[in-house]
């Protein structure tokens, strides 16, 4: 589920719901979207769609597994996930946590200089993102996915064989590198 697709397919295709033997009725995501954690924001904020017979709206996250249930309409995927796993999932820290550190204009405002771009902490997250489930397809490369978190990258492949980085801080997503030297 580290392709973001695939979390975004988890909504809508219909499947059944973990621990139920048998079951011969389909889950699907039983929220509206006027809900603040519609399909999108939790992909998007790192979750797919994990419903079990007890939690029909259970979701869990794509890096550090965690699961979160019973969403009221007011809850914030970003903010919850942050709260919760911004010290242990590199996902929730980068991605969630950017959100926290924006104005209502959209201008990043970082007083925690830990949480600079350029921290260290911030770095070793960025790692993170090139070292989880298969790892970046140009690890063969020496050390070539610390040089992209260093320069700001978060590996967000589109499909198995994607190389795609993005910088979360300007947007910028570039793919097919060459990482010969």
């Given at each position: 589920?580290?392709?973001?697709?695939?979390?975004?397919?988890?909504?809508?295709?219909?499947?059944?719901?973990?621990?139920?033997?048998?079951?011969?009725?389909?889950?699907?995501?039983?929220?509206?979207?006027?809900?603040?954690?519609?399909?999108?924001?939790?992909?998007?904020?790192?979750?797919?769609?994990?419903?079990?017979?007890?939690?029909?709206?259970?979701?869990?996250?794509?890096?550090?597994?965690?699961e979160l249930?019973?969403?009221?309409?007011?809850?914030?995927?970003?903010?919850?996930?942050?709260?919760?796993?911004?010290?242990k999932?590199?996902?929730?820290?980068?991605?969630?946590?950017?959100?926290?550190?924006?104005?209502?204009?959209?201008?990043?405002?970082?007083?925690?200089?830990?949480?600079?771009?350029?921290?260290?902490?911030?770095?070793?997250?960025?790692?993170?993102?090139?070292?989880?489930?298969?790892?970046?397809?140009?690890?063969?490369?020496?050390?070539?996915?610390?040089?992209?978190?260093?320069?700001?990258?978060?590996?967000?492949?589109?499909?198995?064989?994607?190389?795609?980085?993005?910088?979360?801080?300007?947007?910028?997503?570039?793919?097919?590198?060459?990482?010969?030297?």
């Open positions: 589920m580290d392709l973001f697709k695939n979390r975004i397919e988890s909504f809508t295709r219909p499947k059944r719901a973990k621990g139920a033997p048998n079951s011969k009725s389909n889950q699907k995501w039983p929220h509206p979207e006027s809900f603040s954690a519609t399909p999108e924001t939790l992909a998007e904020a790192g979750f797919y769609f994990d419903p079990s017979p007890e939690d029909k709206d259970n979701v869990s996250c794509y890096m550090c597994g965690k249930a019973e969403w009221a309409e007011d809850d914030d995927p970003f903010e919850i996930h942050f709260k919760k796993c911004g010290k999932c590199a996902w929730a820290n980068l991605r969630c946590g950017l959100r926290t550190e924006m104005d209502p204009d959209g201008r990043f405002v970082i007083t925690d200089k830990n949480r600079l771009p350029t921290s260290k902490p911030m770095e070793k997250s960025r790692l993170e993102t090139f070292l989880f489930g298969d790892g970046w397809i140009h690890d063969q490369e020496r050390n070539h996915r610390g040089v992209m978190a260093k320069a700001g990258f978060v590996y967000t492949p589109q499909d198995p064989n994607d190389d795609t980085a993005v910088c979360l801080y300007c947007g910028i997503s570039l793919s097919g590198w060459d990482c010969r030297r």
